[in-house]
């Protein structure tokens, strides 16, 4: 089986699972938190892919994303199930095609967000504190076009640390 990103050969195994007539794509089961909510860039991704039942094939997973996509893999064989661990190392989104017997699986291709906190920016009146007064509102406006869409999560502490509701108004700009 092989792992390639963006037409590189990140990770190749001598994986041919052999002693099954036929070939089953549709019998492979994939899973893992990544595939639905993404991951952090930096931190692993843990995909399990299945073929116990899935008979005799080659297993190959195609992943294309950004330019200066880096990401590492391995496989790891236990009683039909491999296990495939991904590291992003550039926020967006990521296309993960998986092949076993050259036909795709069920749900494949799978998209993958990949996101950079330290790529998130805020500006705005409640950041800087100039022009904000007791008991008005004060704005905060948060970029993510660099860092990518993860989950945001914005808190207000007041000065004895008591922490502060927040109305929050989603829009793209």
């Known amino acids: 089986g092989t792992v390639t990103a963006n037409g590189v050969l990140l990770s190749e195994c001598n994986y041919h699972k052999i002693g099954i007539l036929g070939c089953y794509p549709k019998e492979v089961k994939v ?33 294309d994303g950004p330019q200066g996509l880096g990401a590492t893999s391995t496989f790891d064989d236990q009683g039909g199930a491999v296990s495939l661990n991904l590291i992003f190392h550039k926020a967006g989104i990521y296309k993960m ?29 409640g950041v800087t504190g100039i022009g904000t007064s007791v008991g008005l509102p004060a704005e905060v406006f948060v970029d993510l076009t660099k860092s990518g869409i993860g989950l945001l999560e914005i808190s207000v502490k007041g000065p004895l640390g008591e922490t502060r509701a927040l109305e929050v108004l989603l829009t793209e700009t």
């Open 97 to 125: 095609a998986i092949v076993y017997g050259d036909q795709e699986v069920k749900g494949s291709p799978h998209c993958i967000r990949a996101w950079d906190p330290s790529l998130v920016t805020a500006y705005g009146s």
């Open 31 to 63: 899973s893992g938190p990544g595939l639905e909510g993404g991951c952090r860039v930096g931190e692993a991704l843990n995909i399990a892919v299945d073929i116990a039942n899935a008979g005799t094939g080659n297993l190959h997973i195609t992943i």
